[in-house]
Each structure stands twice: as C-alpha cells, then as structure tokens.
C-alpha cells in the first residue's frame, strides 16, 4: 500500500508564498511522474505543474513563473512553492505519483494524496 500526504497550505495574502509537500510512503521501489494538481469549487481538476523521474518539468500556463516543483529522488518526496499568490489560486492542491512501481503489485500503478487546502485572501 502506499500514502501520499500532502502538507503546507493554509491562509495567504495576495501576493504571499507558500511551499506545499507531498510525501509518499510504502513499499516504493520507484515512482515515475510526480505531479500537483488542484481544484476549485465548482471547477474541474487542473494540472498545476509535473516533474519526471529524470527532473524534467512542466507548468500550467496560469502558474508558470511563479510556482516551482522539485523533488527529493530519496524521500520520495515532492515539492511546490508557491510565490506571488492570487485569488484565483485558492483550490485544494492534490498530490499524484504516477508509474509507481510497488512490491507486490503487478505493474505500474496511480496514487492520490488526499489534498491540501489554500485560500489566498485578504
């Protein structure tokens, strides 16, 4: 079995930072894509940022230059920091590990954290 747990987020300011984390335990012996995504009430999941296994990246166009996603290769661990908060970027931010190769289980397999809320507010 393997858990992701997201933590980090909260209450921000227009314009304030935030820096969101996503821990993967269990029986891991490789994840593939890590990825953020989030959603608003009302609103479909969107994809917020990727990082490959080989530390390649990719942005939504609403967050490039502002948000950045890295990643610890031997804490199975991802991260986002997120800079120059708008309103707009208040939604539940989601963790997904991708190809995710787990002892015991055939094949590659897909897993969610549960969520992280941020509300950026005044």
């Known amino acids: 079995q393997v858990h992701l747990v997201e933590s980090g987020g909260g209450l921000v300011q227009p314009g304030g930072s935030l820096r969101l984390s996503c821990a993967a335990s269990?029986?891991?012996?490789?994840?593939?894509?890590m990825a953020w995504y989030r959603q608003a009430p009302g609103n479909e999941r969107e994809l917020v940022a990727t990082?490959?296994?080989?530390?390649?990246?990719n942005y939504a166009d609403s967050v490039k230059g502002r948000f950045t996603i890295s990643r610890d290769y031997a804490k199975n661990t991802v991260y986002l920091q997120m800079n120059s908060l708008k309103p707009e970027d208040t939604a539940v931010y989601l963790c997904?590990?991708?190809?995710?190769?787990?002892?015991?289980?055939?094949?590659?397999?897909?897993?969610w954290g549960q969520g992280t809320q941020v509300t950026v507010s005044s």
């Open positions: 997904n590990a991708d190809g995710t190769v787990v002892v015991g289980v055939w094949g590659k397999s897909r897993y």
């Open positions: 269990g029986t891991i012996l490789s994840i593939g894509t």
């Open positions: 990082i490959t296994s080989g530390g390649s990246t």
